[in-house]
């Protein structure tokens, strides 16, 4: 409140120029929309839309030979080749896409009951709890939540003193569906939330229609309901496939195992820039193409 | 239709499963942070505070956890100001592009974070920056712009425009219009907003190891490098139960003032 009071107290010099430039902006709406775009566009096309220009262009530029540093403008195909010829970049980009997939359908399963349980069944007040209680970690500490996974699955960790009466023994720290399981977890919300908001959006009127048809309970949801929820769930699983593709923290810290994040990362690390950039076509482009065709789903007003 | 009484138990049942699975984790992590053995045993054999006091008084945790503040606040500030500025030209104009415009600013967190990250570092490194603070800045700012932006944006589709054009009519200028009507309405929009991206940048590391550089580091990065070295646990499990409070509280506190945050593009 205060500050924004405060500036009626600006000098009248500082005041009449301000004034001047109100009177002459309030004539002309172009005018205050171009002062408006111009920062945030500014950002947003030179540095993201430029460094994916630059990435690009990376994956086509040489290394020199004796520095092993990139040669800009000198340009060649030799990181698409070498990411072509070795077989382990085709098992690594198999099994990241594989997860993903996994991680998808393991979410869309999980998300559903719980999402139904919140949009139909429980009370206005559970509801409002249950929204906050799904949104907290949804938001709050990736890393941490990873490290948590690590130290349950580890050798003598919680899941191994869980199982130990069964006289199983623990997971330790270098099985790949631990990367299933951990990514699942971590983006569950991603899932809940649009189903959520899916259900939440069908009229009653709707289900009751379908009632005095003559419809019993499961036909009325697998014949409304669910065609109804499609969108979002596709919505959701923008999120949890996008996620699972690029993540190179959990397959490292609870599986042991490479994804194509890893890839890039290593190679990064190394100087390797045309290799990381061109393998990173793979995430782009399998990813524009899950958008167009979520666009094409109607996913999009479900975001 | 009304779901019936065994449906609806089911249901029941189902929902608090995976709230429970969603929260065993932080749980089992809290614990720890308390653990009393050096040793990462299930169970801890007691409990105690002495590791909280250890990781106070170590030097590389003060720095990474001053790093991780100054990233954050100016990140947000950064972000805070892009996002207002492009949801009031998309949510108060109408111009060709403007789909464009909010699905470019959706993209730094529509495409996988590696992505973001490569780009970010391959740019800098092409254009000779020297990667630190300010390169993490510049990433953490890019993709917390949609937060505020969404923010915002939520708010003025739901604001009249009536007292707008009363002010207008009633001689005030643009400005003055501007600082006594538009922004007092969009002020807890905002901070929600910004609390959010606080949140969303305090505990980023997808896109920070790239663009941090070796000698910098922020909270997660400690974490990530402590974790390699199992004398440093006990300390790692303080330091993270702190980064998950100063990443849910910021969460909490948006859910309450602002509440537009229903949407989850983050």
Redesign the interface.
Known sequence: MTANDAGSATPPMAAGRGRRVARWLHARPRAQLRLLLLSPLAWIAIVYLGSLVVLLLNAFWAKDAFTGKVDPFHWTLKAFEEIIGNPVYRTIALRTVGIAVLVTLTDALLAFPIAYYMARVASPRKRGALIVAVLLPLWAAYLVKTYAWRTILQGNGFLAWVLSPLGIAGPGLDKLPNAWLVLSYLWLPYMIVPIYAGLERIPNSLLEASSDLGARAGTTFRRVILPLVVPSLVAGSIFTFSLSLGDYIVPDLVANAKFIGNVIYDNSALGNFPVAAAYSMLPIVVMVAYLLVARRLGAFESL | ?V??GW??S???I??GL??G??????V??AI?AFNESR?????PPGLTLHWFGEAAANPAIRDAFLNSMLAATTATA?AL???T??A??VQR?A?FGRDT?SF??V??I??????????????F??LGVNLGLITII?GH??FC?VVA?NNVVARLRRLSRTPEEAS?DLGA????TF??IT??GLRTAMLSGAL?AF??SF????VT??TAGAGTQTI?IW??TA?QRPTELPV?NVV??V??AV??IP??LA?RIGGE??????
């Open positions: 239709m779901e019936s449906v609806r089911v249901l029941r189902a929902a995976v709230i699975f969603l929260y065993l984790p932080l089992i992590l720890y040793l990462m045993t299930w169970p950064i100001v892009l996002g500025l492009a009031l030209a104009y111009f415009i470019m600013l993209l730094p529509a495409l996988p974070g590696v992505i973001t990250g490569i780009a970010l570092q391959t740019t490194k092409t510049v700012a890019t712009v932006y207008a200028d643009t400005w003055m600082r006594r922004l007092p959010l949140a969303l505990d980023e590391i997808i190891l790239f997660p974490i990530f974790i790692v993270a139960l980064l998950m990443s849910v969460v909490y859910q945050t229903a949407g989850i593009v983050r």
